[in-house]
């Protein structure tokens, strides 16, 4: 099994900033895909930000270049860089890891979540 962590979320005004962190552990041979997914309050969840073994990273179009996604391999640990926080930036705020068990088994797991809201 793997657990993992989130952390850093919360109230920030708009133009601010914030970073989530999210630190994996459990039965972890390694990480292939680290990812950021949110859920605005009444609609779908959405991918934010992705990473991969490489260090490739993808991002959703309403955050380029505000966000940076990033990893820690050493700590199985990734984390989201937010600036330039706007309100439409509230969410809840999930992280994703694909995680290596064996050589052939792979399987994905999800944060708990944690809200950041964005607000005068």
């Known amino acids: 099994q793997v657990q993992l962590v989130e952390s850093g979320g919360g109230l920030v005004q708009p133009g601010g900033s914030l970073t989530l962190s999210c630190a994996a552990s459990?039965?972890?041979?390694?990480?292939?895909?680290m990812g950021w997914y949110r859920r605005p309050l009444g609609k779908q969840r959405e991918l934010v930000a992705a990473?991969?073994?490489?260090?490739?990273?993808k991002y959703s179009d309403s955050v380029k270049g505000r966000f940076t996604i990033s990893r820690d391999t050493a700590k199985n640990t990734t984390y989201l860089q937010m600036n330039a926080l706007e309100p439409e930036d509230t969410a809840v705020y999930y992280c994703k890891v694909g995680v290596y068990h064996t050589d052939t088994s792979t399987a994905d797991y999800w944060g708990q979540g944690t809200q950041v809201t964005v607000s005068s």
């Open positions: 459990g039965s972890i041979l390694r990480i292939h895909a």
């Open positions: 990473i991969n073994s490489f260090g490739i990273t």
